[in-house]
Nanobody, 127 residues
């Protein structure tokens, strides 16, 4: 099983980025898929999730600016990020989990390290 993120980079405030996460080795459509992020010195936090039915949930901090979507045929999940702000700077990770709480960034649930996490992609937003 492997999850590989891409699409991170450095942008100025107000800019946009699109992250991708390609999964191999698992039937991605059978899992809850989510994006988390972690800034230096901070805990990993949920950003957006999409469940098996395709329903999406966002944290309050990104609602209206980020969009999670998926291409089930390509086993890929995307995170379109717009109007990026310096506080969005972090390493972004995708994860697959059977626990639906992972799809809800507001649940406070963070999948354990033993779950299927990607290696992360860095997003840096300058003011």
């Amino acid at each position: 099983v492997q999850l590989v993120e891409s699409g991170g980079g450095s942008v100025q405030a107000g800019g946009s980025l699109r992250l991708s996460c390609v999964a191999s080795g698992i039937p991605y459509s059978s899992y809850c898929k989510a994006w988390f992020r972690q800034a230096p010195g901070k805990e990993r936090e949920g950003v957006a999730g999409i469940n098996r039915d395709g329903a999406t949930t966002y944290s309050d901090s990104v609602k209206g600016r980020f969009t999670i979507s998926q291409d089930t045929a390509k086993n890929t999940v995307f995170l379109q990020m717009s109007n990026l702000q310096p506080d969005d700077s972090a390493k972004y990770y995708c994860v697959a989990d059977r626990d639906e709480r992972a799809c809800d960034p507001n649940s406070g649930y963070v999948p354990p390290p033993s779950n299927w996490w990607g290696q992360g992609t860095q997003v840096t937003v300058s003011s």
